[in-house]
């Protein structure tokens, strides 16, 4: 399976700890991108990578956020001292952006997601 | 935050009728794409029109975008039970470094009945 892959499928934390997601993204592409979804909701956007650079983050990751994509390859959210807010479904997608010329498009592609429950 | 809504909340069919959603935005957009997703999994790409496009179609699907009013609307033809999921609309804005991040609408649940 070459698609994004996103572990662990489901994380229960107790409040006050820390935890951490895990993102693979499909090999060739050189943009990264986190999203939290809540039930009955539409994703929002976290932050992204273009390769291993952080290109923008959300008010919506304070300062207990943070990812990173050391190598351009994987990349890592981790939450520290989580909160009951904090639970919900985190969204890793992919995409690949042509950067010298040709018609952009971002078509991103999804990971199953992490879901997370704090008690 | 939303870009904006999407509308209905939540529509139910029957198979082989035509199901017709909205969404509505609120800044200017690159693109504007509509993407799928069943219940509890991820996000599946259906189809991207350009801020100078006005319609586009895939299979199924039609899209159509006006950005005078800021709005588009996918329409699935001949539904069938397998196109029951959440369906949503997402806004680049294009720009800078913003260019690339999505906005999402808060969905519509469509359900197709065999």
Known sequence: ?119 | SQQGEEDPQALSIQEGENATMNCSYKTSINNLQWYRQNSGRGLVHLILIRSNEREKHSGRLRVTLDTSKKSSSLLITASRAADTASYFCATDRGGGTSYGKLTFGQGTILTVHP
């Open chain 1, 1 to 119: 399976d070459t698609g994004v892959s996103q572990n662990p499928r489901h994380k229960i934390t107790k409040r006050g700890q820390n935890v951490t997601f895990r993102c693979d993204p499909i090999s060739e592409h050189n943009r990264l991108y986190w999203y939290r979804q809540t039930l009955g909701q539409g994703p929002e956007f976290l932050t992204y990578f273009q390769n291993e650079a952080q290109l923008e983050k959300s008010r919506l990751l304070s300062d207990r956020f943070s990812a990173e994509r050391p190598k351009g390859s994987f990349s890592t959210l981790e939450i520290q001292r989580t909160e009951q807010g904090d639970s919900a479904m985190y969204l890793c997608a992919s995409s690949l952006e042509m950067l010298a010329g040709g018609l952009a498009k971002n078509i991103q592609y999804f990971g199953a997601g992490t879901r997370l429950s704090v008690l």
